[in-house]
């Protein structure tokens, strides 16, 4: 058995000289040349890897090398390494704080620069451009939506957003048909998503519109973050049936973290990462893991679900867990993974051998064992046997998919959708009706004379102060469940924040103001309060306090 892995040593140059910075108690370590800094995952690969972009037309090969994650002096991810293929489904498990999840997020280019300390990500063979990461999806465990518009509403206004500009609206429209009908949620489409007070659509058909809504921009690479936490068994596996075959089907690649999956799930794997204490325990077939665990002397009960004994073993004891770890790392090293740069650089050969030859080039010369197979690291390897480097693809696209002003009126119309339930509740009508009575009944008929001068001013008061602070309670209540979907939809790329803030004051404003305008409207002449020329001022004073609250609430909260 290998010596116990010391985790603060500094990992072996690798045959290609990369060093990658090795995460130190304070963030000491051998450093690459090229990692000066901490980088993003987008500069990071652009900075490891002097490669031509792969083209993503036919489906994506995942690598990713020697991530190394460090939050607060704590090593989350240490030199994780894996490859996925097109039309492969990798599950990513491990016990809970295993850092399956922050592996999702390094993939995606959502760990903060900070914290990333080295690793390599390529899409096929090259560094994830603004272009490619179009093409990634990101499914979070959380599914969060508007819970006041109806399933077809979010996926038409996701559509609407996410798609480009050019394409026409029939097509956005059949676009979402057909997703609708490739995750079976076709028979909710007009069930609201629902809120903690009104309920709306189950939990298995939250996941699937989760779902849903990402795979809209088509991705080739789908990262799936616990996509069956939360459902029972028989919809668990229904939804990962309908993952597997979109997979298959659609040639796309599929990374999903799983927590304790069924055995019939299980055996849809084609490749298992089991993550322990942040290392890799196993990275190869699913279906060798427990070829794997035997060699170690590690045997399940006969008929014993794979998932649960693996991950029974991970958690059985830190030497056991360190006796799997340190197999798995001499399992590596003899493994075609390692020289994956070496690979990368075979590239420039093999795309040069493949337009000779018409064929694929495979690495050659290295060793695989333990389910690592050697087609595994084939780069750009697609079906119809073409190497999918596109050398001519540029990166300068635009940043968002859609205009300022399509962000704008789409941003608007849904707002208005979401908003008008929420500020038109019988709730708070019951409660201006009932506030207008008693303003009315207390000031009615006020003669206007200089005695009575401190009781109008202090009516006037009370309605200015009182729409001063309505529109902020109410943008504080409303704005925290916004907040997620505003942010998720922005780390996915779909729009300005400046749209999207024009876009709320402006929904939200007529509908802010009709409570006002009732309000004044009532209780003016029944106070008697004067001529139309007083109304129309008070009217006006009312409306700038309540536009004022709302609009400086909405920006302290972006
Ligand atoms: N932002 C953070 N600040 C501090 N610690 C963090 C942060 N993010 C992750 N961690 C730590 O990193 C470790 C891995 O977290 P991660 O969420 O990736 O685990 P996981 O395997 O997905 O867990 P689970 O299965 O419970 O979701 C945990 O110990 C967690 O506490």
Redesign the pocket.
């Given at each position: 058995m290998a010596a116990q892995h010391d985790k603060t040593a500094p990992p072996a140059q690798h045959s290609n000289g990369f060093y990658p910075k090795v995460p130190g108690e304070h963030g000491h370590g051998k450093t690459n040349p090229a990692f000066t800094g901490m980088q993003s995952g987008e500069e990071l690969s652009r900075l490891t890897v002097p490669l031509q972009r792969g083209s993503v037309k036919e489906g994506v090969n995942l690598h990713f090398r020697g991530i190394y994650?460090q939050?607060?002096g704590?090593d989350?991810?240490h030199d994780v390494s894996g490859t996925v293929k097109p039309g492969e489904l990798l599950a990513?498990m491990?016990?809970?704080?295993?850092?399956?999840?922050?592996?999702?997020?390094v993939l995606s280019g959502r760990v903060?620069p900070e914290?990333l300390k080295s690793g390599e990500i390529l899409i096929n063979g090259g560094p994830i451009t603004k272009r490619i990461k179009r093409k990634i999806c990101y499914v979070l465990?959380q599914d969060i939506f508007l819970g006041n518009l109806t399933l077809r509403e979010t996926l038409m206004f996701t559509a609407m957003l996410r798609l480009p500009e050019k394409m026409a609206y029939h097509e956005k429209e059949k676009k979402v048909e057909e997703i609708v009908d490739a995750l079976d949620i076709r028979k909710c489409l007009d069930t609201l998503i629902g809120t903690d007070i009104k309920r709306g659509l189950s939990g298995g058909e939250k996941k699937r519109a989760n779902i849903a809504s990402e795979l809209l921009t088509d991705p080739s690479l789908m990262l799936l973050?616990?996509p069956t936490s939360g459902l029972d068994s028989s919809t668990a596996y229904s939804l990962m049936t309908t993952v597997k075959q979109y997979t298959e089907q659609h040639n796309k690649t599929v990374v999903t973290?799983i927590?304790q999956p069924s055995s019939q799930i299980y055996h849809m794997f084609d490749k298992l990462l089991l993550?322990a204490d942040?290392e890799i325990a196993y990275f190869g077939d699913a279906h060798n893991i427990l070829e794997f665990f035997s060699r170690l002397g590690m045997q399940p009960k006969p008929n014993y679900n794979p998932a649960d004994f693996i991950l029974e073993k991970v958690k059985e004891s830190d030497e056991v867990e360190r006796k799997i770890i340190n197999a798995s790392n001499e399992m590596r090293k003899v493994s075609t993974l390692s020289p994956l740069t070496d690979s990368i650089e075979t590239l420039s050969t093999s795309r040069k051998n493949s337009t000779q030859n018409g064929g694929i080039k495979t690495i050659s010369g290295q060793n695989h064992r333990n389910g690592l197979d050697p087609k595994d690291v084939h780069l750009n390897h697609v079906p119809n046997g073409a190497v999918a480097v596109d050398m001519g693809e540029s990166d300068k696209e635009a940043k968002w998919p859609t205009g300022f002003l399509t962000q704008y009126k789409v941003l608007t119309q849904r707002n208005f959708k979401e908003a008008k339930p929420r500020l038109y509740s019988r709730l708070n009508w019951i409660q201006n009706i009932a506030v207008t009575l008693i303003l009315a009944l207390v000031w009615f008929q006020t003669p206007l004379v200089e005695e009575k001068i401190r009781d109008v001013s202090g009516a006037i008061f009370f309605l200015i102060t009182y729409w001063g602070f309505m529109p902020m309670a109410d943008a504080l209540l409303a704005f925290p469940s916004e907040r997620l979907v505003v942010n998720k939809e922005r780390l996915a790329g779909s729009y300005r924040l400046s749209s999207y803030y024009l876009a709320k004051v402006t929904s939200e404003a007529p509908l802010m103001l009709l409570l006002p305008t009732f309000m004044i409207s009532v209780c003016y002449p029944m106070c008697g309060f004067g001529n139309a020329a007083g109304f129309f001022t008070t009217w006006s004073l009312l409306m700038l306090s309540a536009l004022t609250a709302q609009v400086r609430m909405e920006g302290r909260n972006e």
């Open positions: 994650v939050i607060d704590k989350v991810l990513v491990g016990p809970s704080g295993s850092g399956k999840t922050t592996l999702l997020s903060a914290h465990q973050d616990e973290t927590h993550m942040g």
